[in-house]
């Protein structure tokens, strides 16, 4: 799947733009990459975005937290 039928795909399935699935950036999971979701630690995975940001202007260099 090219990076251009995913943001589709994501366009479609949430109502949003292109323009903005393209900007937050969705990628696929690695296919070795087995989850269990019935596990704590597998999700949902999301990203605050105005943390990150606050952090960008912070300078933090640190993984996005992910609530």
Do not use: C
Not at 20 to 45: C, H, I, M, N, Q
């Amino acid at each position: 799947m090219r990076q251009t039928d995913l943001n589709r795909a994501v366009a479609l399935a949430t109502g949003e733009s292109m323009s903005t699935v393209k900007r937050l950036g969705f990628l696929l999971a690695e296919p070795d990459e087995t989850v269990d979701p019935a596990a704590e630690e597998s999700g949902p995975y999301v990203i605050d975005w105005d943390e990150l940001e606050n952090s960008k202007r912070q300078g933090a260099r640190h993984e996005p937290v992910v609530a």
